[in-house]
């Protein structure tokens, strides 16, 4: 049984750089062919895609937010990161990590999701 496990802190004040990182368990972030995403969701709003790291270590990212994030991995610890930048209150939302294959079938394990609060 694969486990997500979102961490970092909850509240971030404004121009910071918010970061947070996903512990995997039960399954490896290198293992072919999953690729490792960062979701968000504002009060009041869908789901959005922020980005993904996949089981090679490429990264994507939504064009929207690409200027301002990065997402990285340490595969000792088997966990991927983000990171971004310049955030405001508009970045305030549950984050998510989820993990989906390649071959089809949509996002199949999540995390909890953690909550950041942009504010002064």
């Known amino acids: 049984q694969v486990q997500l496990q979102e961490s970092g802190p909850g509240l971030v004040k404004p121009s910071q750089t918010l970061s947070l990182t996903c512990t995997v368990s039960g399954g490896s972030i290198t293992t072919n062919y999953y690729y490792w995403s960062w979701i968000r969701q504002p009060p009041g709003k869908g789901l959005e895609w922020m980005g993904a790291i996949a089981y090679s270590g490429s990264t994507y990212y939504s064009p929207s937010l690409k200027s301002r994030t990065s997402i990285s991995r340490d595969t000792s610890k088997n966990q991927f990161t983000l990171q971004l930048s310049s955030v405001t209150p508009e970045d305030t939302a549950v984050y998510y990590c989820?993990?989906?294959?390649?071959?089809?079938?949509?996002?199949?394990?999540w995390g909890q999701g953690t909550q950041v609060t942009v504010s002064s």
């Open positions: 989820a993990r989906v294959s390649v071959t089809g079938g949509g996002y199949d394990y």
